[in-house]
Nanobody, 120 residues
Framework: QVQVVESGGGLVQPGGSLRLSCAAS????????MGWYRQAPGKQRELVAT???????NDADSVKSRFTISRDNAKNTVYLQMNSLKPEDTAVYYC??????????????WGQGTQVTVSS
């Protein structure tokens, strides 16, 4: 099994910064894509940013030039640096790992989520 754990959320003022971290652990054979999604109250979960094992990234238009995803393959860890935060960035942020375990089957593994609140 694969476990995914996020950290780094909190309360920040508009214009501020936060850095989220996510580590995958357990019986990991390989991880193809790691990424961040978010879900605001009353809204569907949406993609924020993803990173492949080869380093290719994909960002939502709403966070381009403000958020940066990075990844440490050796540590099975992905980070999300969030700058110039806006109130509309308030949401629960979830980490996802598209990974295979002992049975060689790729599955999506989700963390429990971390709350990010942008408010003055």
């Amino acid at each position: 099994q694969v476990q995914v754990v996020e950290s780094g959320g909190g309360l920040v003022q508009p214009g501020g910064s936060l850095r989220l971290s996510c580590a995958a652990s357990g019986s990991i054979l390989s991880i193809s894509v790691m990424g961040w999604y978010r879900q605001a109250p009353g809204k569907q979960r949406e993609l924020v940013a993803t990173s492949t094992s080869g380093g290719a990234t994909n960002d939502a238009d709403s966070v381009k030039s403000r958020f940066t995803i990075s990844r440490d393959n050796a540590k099975n860890t992905v980070y999300l640096q969030m700058n110039s935060l806006k109130p509309e960035d308030t949401a629960v942020y979830y980490c996802n790992a598209h990974a295979s375990s002992n049975d060689y089957v790729l599955r999506n593994y989700w963390g429990q989520g971390t709350q990010v609140t942008v408010s003055s």
